[in-house]
């Protein structure tokens, strides 16, 4: 298993499990609900629950982008090796011809 592989599998188990699903649905609805009861000049402090609410999301992206760079890479992979199979074919017809 290559480095990239377990990297996502990890992500993938962390963004699936039932706790951490939990934990990120009761620290974003409280962030939202702070923003949203805040009265307008409180200015600062919904700036601060936003930043706070954008940091979680970024905080969950990093573990997406683990997983979408695992499946870059692999889907890459597989276009090379569709490549190489092309080009031996298309050489052995060369041969052949």
Known sequence: MSDAQY???Q???LLEDPLMKE???VVEQALKDEILSLPLHERERREAAVAMLKGAEQFFRVFH???DGYKLEQAELT???Q???RLQA???RMRDV
Do not use: F, H, T, Y
């Open 90 to 92: 298309i050489q052995e």
């Open 23 to 25: 934990a990120r649905a």
């Open 79 to 81: 276009n090379e090796a």
């Open 83 to 85: 490549i190489q199979s």
């Open 65 to 67: 982008l683990v997983i």
């Open 11 to 13: 992500a993938k188990r």
């Open 7 to 9: 990297r996502a599998e």
